[in-house]
């Protein structure tokens, strides 16, 4: 069977599952719905046009990102209205991700090369990135879990 055709079975098969209840719910923001597939993914499920460019940016970022900074994205619908992504443990303060990269304040840690440089490459808005819904962990580490909000998304939605 054609990739794309298996992919839209495979979504529409966790929508009938997501409107039944059979996930779990995370958490929302502005633009999306985050649900727990259970498998070790969550699906992040846009709610309007900047949850989908949200999700189209995280999409983008993770298939060109090296820096193990980022909770990776392994799928996205072809409308980008849904996206799944590793999951993540919940941090529940963000002073864990200040010890872990070993700095004291935000500004501490906005200045490190590791987020300067994902600033730079992919016009990321670093404001969110001290608040601990933004951060997850995965196999011990804290990674980014909320990395759709570049400028060009600021600028068109909000
Ligand atoms: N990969 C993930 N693993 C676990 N929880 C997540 C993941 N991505 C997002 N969440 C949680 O789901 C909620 C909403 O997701 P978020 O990406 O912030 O949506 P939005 O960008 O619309 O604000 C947040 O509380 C966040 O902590
Ligand atoms: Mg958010």
Redesign the pocket.
């Known amino acids: 069977m054609k990739r794309v055709l298996k992919m839209t079975i495979e979504f529409n098969r966790i929508m009938f599952n997501l409107k039944r209840g059979y996930y779990r719910y ?9 649900f ?1 597939l259970g498998n070790g ?2 699906i ?1 499920v846009a ?1 309007n046009r ?2 989908i460019a ?1 999700n189209m940016c ?1 999409y983008k970022i993770s298939f060109n990102d090296d820096s193990d900074l980022f ?1 990776k994205v392994i799928q996205a619908s072809n409308d980008f209205d849904l996206l799944i ?6 941090i529940y303060n963000i002073s864990y991700v200040f010890e872990y990269f070993n700095v004291a304040s935000k500004r501490e840690l906005f200045n490190l090369e590791e987020l300067q440089s994902i600033k730079r490459r992919y016009n990321l808005l670093l404001d ?1 990135f001290d608040r ?5 962990m995965i196999n011990g580490r804290p990674v980014i ?5 570049t400028r060009e998304v600021m600028e068109r939605y909000y």
């Open positions: 995370i958490g929302s923001g502005s633009g999306r719905q985050v727990d993914y969550v992040k709610r900047a949850g949200q995280e909770a992504m590793q999951k993540a443990h919940k969110d601990k819904s933004s951060w997850g879990i909320d990395y759709g909000f």
